[in-house]
């Protein structure tokens, strides 16, 4: 039985800065969920890792979860969402090159409960 | 740059009511933690939706995130365990047939970060 679809996006060549900083990577989730008409289910969790260390963000959603984690040394971030109701692909290749300057980003659409 | 593995696991046949017991969902996630050596940051998220619904638990971790979503209607669970650092396989088949009476358990491997 086919749930929902998650959508695995894997950005490198972004800028570290970008990546450490909360306030832009929330903007990006926060732009999703808006342009997907997600429903956020209670307060997201962030956490900044110490000294240079990553981002992890969580939103727990009517429709699952979206969650970001990112690797500045690495100049990588690895985004989940999981939806389980259709919802329209989102365009993460222009987000995460504008608000992140990631020069790759790859998108696999995983299918659910199958 | 490969930065970690993530298993997604999607369990079917299993038990509907078992499906809706955050107790009983809340100890298999934290089997695997125990047995894994992960390190929860901050509090669970749990979240049962109502009526017939099913149940959300999200973990945050030092070493990513271990989510599960459930689909009593369905009978199917659908997990994601995100370990940025390297980790052993866990039995999520035996683990799932015994906790919810999987009767199918796929688990998929996938590279984060290429």
Redesign the interface.
């Known amino acids: 039985?086919l749930?929902?679809t998650?959508w695995?996006i894997?950005a490198?060549g972004c800028d570290p800065a970008a990546l450490r900083d909360v306030a832009r990577l929330r903007a990006v989730l926060e732009s999703a969920v808006r342009g997907l008409d997600l429903r956020v289910?209670?307060e997201p969790?962030w956490?900044a890792f110490a000294g240079e260390g990553g981002v992890?963000g969580?939103y727990?959603l009517a429709e699952?979860?979206l969650?970001v984690?990112t690797?500045p040394e690495?100049?990588?971030a690895?985004l989940?969402l999981?939806c389980?109701r259709a919802r329209e692909p989102w365009d993460w290749d222009a987000a995460l090159r504008a608000a992140l300057g990631a020069t790759a980003v790859?998108v696999?659409a995983?299918p659910?409960?199958?």
């Open positions: 039985m749930v929902g998650e695995i894997d490198s289910l209670g969790r956490h992890t969580m727990l699952s979860h969650t984690h690797y690495w100049g990588v690895t989940n999981y389980c790859g696999r995983v659910r409960g199958a």
